[in-house]
């Protein structure tokens, strides 16, 4: 049972243009959840979370949306570079880290 | 500069081996986890620990033990290794509620 999905497994966006994320979860519960990137033969790297009371969350190019009632957050890279072409994975924070199964992101010029 | 370190890059091993992939980390965190990358399907959580001696069984358990004998390390064994557990496995370490978690760089491992 997939409590944190993420159900496009790739997404191709031209340099410049925005890059839109999506993530659902099932538990109304979760409070606190993360995006990861994570490039080939690395491990993750943490990028930005957000808190059950808050929306929205901003880091540079980077903004993290969250809808509680929809139980869905999606995360917004503008403007998209060639160096963010990656997978992104995001997590809800429980008593452990729950994954989603990934999204792979292109960036081309 | 906080620090997840996996003891291996990459391993090849002959099928009924038995494995251990090592994980050491200096946050002087509580909690550790191993998880596997496998295409499509994202992350999947093998086991956690909470504390020394502490261990959870995650969502893919079967074929794998653990053991944490000391805060800063937590090793993942195969008893005997099978060619469908040829997977990147990765460690995390987390200081809990509200933080991130911070990853090894990862073991490929390949069972042949």
């Known amino acids: 049972d997939q409590q944190v999905k993420q159900n496009s497994p790739s997404l191709s966006v031209q340099e410049g243009r925005i890059s839109i994320l999506n993530c659902d979860y099932t538990n109304s519960m979760f409070d606190y959840f993360l995006w990861y990137k994570k490039y080939p033969a690395e491990g993750p790297t943490f990028l930005i979370s957000i808190s059950s009371i808050k929306d929205k969350n901003e880091d540079g190019r980077f903004t993290v949306f969250l809808n509680k009632s929809a139980k869905h957050l999606s995360l917004h890279i503008v403007p998209s570079q060639p160096g963010d072409s990656a997978v992104y994975f995001c997590?809800?924070?429980?008593?452990?880290?729950?994954f989603g199964t990934g999204t792979r992101l292109q960036v081309f010029p | 500069d906080v620090k997840v370190t996996q003891s291996s890059r990459y391993l090849v091993k002959r099928t009924g081996e038995k494995v251990f992939l090592e994980c050491v980390q200096d946050m002087d965190h509580e909690n550790m986890f191993w998880y596997r990358q496998d295409p499509g399907l994202g992350l999947r959580l093998i086991y956690f620990s909470y504390d020394v001696k502490m261990k959870e069984k995650g969502d893919i358990p079967e074929g794998y033990s653990v053991s944490r004998e000391k805060k800063e390390r937590f090793s993942l064994i195969l008893e005997s290794a099978s060619t469908n557990q040829t997977s990147m496995y990765l460690c995390a370490s987390w200081g809990g509620w509200d933080t991130e978690a911070f990853f090894g760089q990862g073991t490929r491992l390949t069972v042949v």
């Open positions: 997590a809800a924070n429980t008593d452990k880290l729950i």
